[in-house]
């Protein structure tokens, strides 16, 4: 069975670009949630959706967006992107007892 | 609000001796607690979690962890270290009032695991 996927694997950007994320959870998972992980630092919360439905929203501003589609796959949008948001950017599904991550994106923003 | 602390950056041991890597935490109410591994280049991988019951885990790839009410603690061990459990290690909890919530975690700083042959 595939875990969670990704796409694309990595990223260049210029400051001021928008950016799309993709991500596929594991079938069956309904729930999925994005990280971002800055270099040298854990993970941190930025979207939750659950059934096409925003759950949670970490602390982040609203230059981040995110959807969830029919089929529980899933997008994070990045606009007016600024040099801070390089990182690599963790999608994970939940099923019902713990998260299963996939490989990420790294962004890099130039 | 719900955290947790890594106290050390790195954890160096040698191949075939036990290793611990610290994980304290902060919690209201019953701790939900988890440990995650990432290998370079690589997403998060599952090793084990705490909800309730027995104070000792046990986890993936011979990992466990041991549970410490009375020092608010979440300590992930190894008897016997491998060279391939080298990699960067996160303790993680729910946010508050979302214990049963997986979807939804506040992850450790991070230690790095380096294991000398």
């Known amino acids: 069975d595939a875990g969670v996927t990704q796409s694309p694997t990595h990223l260049i950007k210029t400051r001021g670009q928008h950016v799309t994320l993709r991500c596929s959870p594991i079938?069956?998972?309904?729930?999925v949630s994005w990280y971002q992980q800055v270099l040298g630092q854990g993970p941190q919360f930025i979207f939750q959706y659950y059934e096409k439905e925003e759950r949670g929203r970490g602390n982040f501003p609203d230059r981040f967006s995110a959807r969830q589609f029919p089929n529980y796959s899933s997008e994070l949008n990045v606009n007016a992107l600024l040099l801070g948001d390089s990182a690599l950017y963790l999608c994970?599904?939940?099923?019902?007892?713990?998260?299963?991550f996939g490989p990420g994106t790294r962004l890099t923003v130039t | 609000a719900q955290s947790v602390a890594q106290p050390e950056d790195q954890v160096n041991v040698a191949e075939g001796n036990p290793l611990t890597v610290k994980c304290t935490y902060s919690?209201?109410?019953?701790?939900?607690l988890f440990w995650y591994v990432q290998y370079p280049n690589r997403g998060l991988q599952f090793l084990l979690k705490y909800i309730t019951g027995d104070n000792l885990v046990k986890g993936s790839y011979g990992f466990e962890a041991e549970f410490n009410k009375s020092q608010t603690s979440f300590h992930l061990k190894k008897p016997s270290a491998l060279v391939s459990d080298s990699a960067l290690y996160f303790c993680?909890?729910?946010?508050?009032?979302?214990?049963?919530?997986?979807?939804?975690?506040?992850f450790g700083q991070g230690t790095t695991l380096q294991v000398k042959p």
């Open positions: 993680a909890v729910p946010p508050r009032g979302h214990s049963g919530n997986t979807g939804k975690l506040i």
């Open positions: 994970a599904s939940s099923g019902a007892h713990e998260q299963y």
């Open positions: 079938s069956g998972h309904k729930s």
């Open positions: 919690v209201s109410g019953n701790p939900y």
